[in-house]
């Protein structure tokens, strides 16, 4: 790098503008930490229903079976085309997309209405809105799941691009201005002696002048 003031105009602007954007992703990397460990939080709420839902759920089939007998094969019959399917969207936390879940109903309908006929048939009924309960909470929690592995992701890469600015870019910078700081303040020494040098000798060359001058007169 040539040490001149264009120079160090430059590196100037360059380690502020590092600086601007260390202190961003700083503020980034906190913020992800902190939807980090909301989504954390999330999770373990999540799970801590999840067993005894499940559990729910299951023995109700249990009791199904048992009143209605195995009516599973009916089921399948009668569901020619899903009735609920799982959609996507897309949200943002400090510049990263997080997925999102969602369930939603396609409006087929099923074949299967004489189910609720047949004896049992409160219980089948029972076992599909205890399923639906865990069906939501488990796309819930594959969404919080998804996200909290994407959020993790992004918050070591800001943490390396923090450290990287930090540690490395920012350095080097300082280093440089304090380089050119160093060769500008020698060569505005090595200006200040070559003009003392010059107004000496102007200074000599004068008073020989002047003392040749007055030998002429005399």
Known sequence: VA??????????????AAEGGHRLLKK?????????RDYAKAIA???????????????????????AGNFKQKVA????SARIRIGGSVDNVAGVKLPVFTKYDTGA??????????????KI?????KFTILLDKLIRLASLQTS????????????????ALECVTIPKIENLLKYIERELD??????????????????????LEDAAKAERIA
Do not use: C, H, W
């Open 109 to 122: 309908v099923a074949d299967n209405q004489s189910l609720g006929l047949i004896g049992g048939g409160k």
């Open 148 to 163: 909290f592995v994407t959020l993790d992701e992004a918050i070591k890469i800001t943490n390396r691009r923090v450290n």
């Open 186 to 207: 020698e060569l505005e020494r090595e200006d200040f002696t070559r003009l003392k040098l010059v107004k000496k000798k102007k200074e000599v060359t004068q008073k």
């Open 45 to 67: 709420e999540t799970k801590s229903g999840m067993s005894s839902d499940a559990s729910s759920a299951f023995f109700s089939l249990t009791q199904a079976e048992y009143a």
């Open 77 to 80: 019959e009668g569901s020619m």
């Open 3 to 16: 040490p001149t003031r264009m120079a160090q105009q430059t590196y100037k602007a360059k380690k502020k």
């Open 28 to 36: 980034k990397a906190d913020a992800l930490k902190m939807k980090f």
């Open 125 to 129: 009924v029972a076992v599909r809105e």
